[in-house]
C-alpha cells in the first residue's frame, strides 16, 4: 500500500511541478507574439475533453513519474 501512494505523491508532484514549468513557457511564448500550447490539440466535444499541448505533457510527465516510482520499489529477491 506504501508503494501506491509514494507512486501516487511522485505523479501528483510532477505534475505540479511540470505545470508551471509549462506555464511559465505558455507566457513567454505569447508575451512574444508566438503560439500557445494551451489551445486545444484534442477535441471530443460530445464527451467534453478538450485537452491542450500542455495537458499532455503534463499527464504524461505524471504517468511517466508514477509509474517509475512504481517500478522503482518493486520488491526485489531477499
Do not use: C, N
Request: no cysteine; net charge neutral; aromatic share 6%.
Amino acid at each position: 500500500m506504501a508503494r501506491f501512494f509514494l507512486s501516487l505523491a511522485a505523479g501528483l508532484g510532477t505534475a505540479l511541478v511540470v505545470a508551471m514549468i509549462l506555464v511559465v513557457l505558455d507566457l513567454y511564448l505569447t508575451g512574444h507574439g508566438m503560439g500557445t500550447i494551451s489551445g486545444p490539440l484534442v477535441d471530443w466535444p460530445p464527451l467534453g475533453v478538450h485537452l491542450s499541448l500542455a495537458d499532455l505533457l503534463m499527464l504524461a510527465a505524471a504517468a511517466l513519474a508514477a509509474g517509475l516510482t512504481w517500478r522503482r520499489l518493486t520488491p526485489g529477491p531477499p
